[in-house]
């Protein structure tokens, strides 16, 4: 038996299981416990791949397998933790469920990525762990003495604009680097650098921007590379 090649899946397996912890958790009004469990299983997404491929033991399973995990993880928990932070704003019967666009469009981005060739260097839309690492930074705020900032047009507009995102045709740049020359990975040294700052200098309220400036950042190597629209 080899055991080598179930470790990545297992690591899959566990980020698949903070996503369920979480999601019990957000109904249970734990935000900001959900919120550290995406984070523990962005870990757990970055190392089952890294492994795999530290192993050689990448398979069309565990490519499929991590889209599953990714689609509860980063599509339906942050889904559902938008979910509670309209309904603390506007307990409507309604309105909070347009929450859950953020898990359709996850999964429309999740399947676009899997039948995509081109999305191996670079991504396509914004990563969903990327989308569910903005949305989960937001329970800080409304527990801190930033609350006001968070509001119901503001929770609707990041609703639908990053549901958008997910799936915009717009070529954002990877943070994999095909070289350690600077002039071939400048925009990923000036995100790292950027965010290393706004960590230590802001702590968790800097994560959204990091976000916002990855996006930007984006679009601008696009423009100075003259970049066609994919």
Known sequence: ?????????????????????????????????????????????????????????????????????????????????????????????????????????????????NIDDRQTSVFIGLPTPANALFISSLAFFVSSDYRDFITLP???????????????PIELFSLKLKSMKLKDNIFQFLLVIVSVLGIVLFQFYAIPFIIVIYIVLSIIKNVLQGNKEV
């Open 1 to 113: 038996m080899n055991i080598k090649k179930h470790i990545p899946n297992t690591l899959t397996a566990s980020n698949l299981a903070c996503g369920c912890v979480g999601i019990i958790k957000a109904t249970n009004g734990e935000i900001v416990f959900a919120t550290y469990l995406i984070w523990v299983a962005l870990v757990f997404d970055f190392l089952d791949g890294f492994v795999a491929r530290l192993l050689k033991v990448s398979s069309p399973i565990g490519k499929e397998l991590d889209s599953l995990a990714d689609m509860v993880t980063f599509g339906v928990l942050p889904a559902t933790i938008m979910y509670y932070l309209i309904d603390a704003q506007d307990p409507h019967f309604a309105l909070p469920y347009l929450a859950f666009i953020i898990a359709i469009f996850s999964a429309l981005r999740l399947a676009k990525f």
């Open 154 to 168: 503001v929770l609707l507009v990041i609703t639908v604009l990053f549901s958008f995102l997910l799936v915009a």
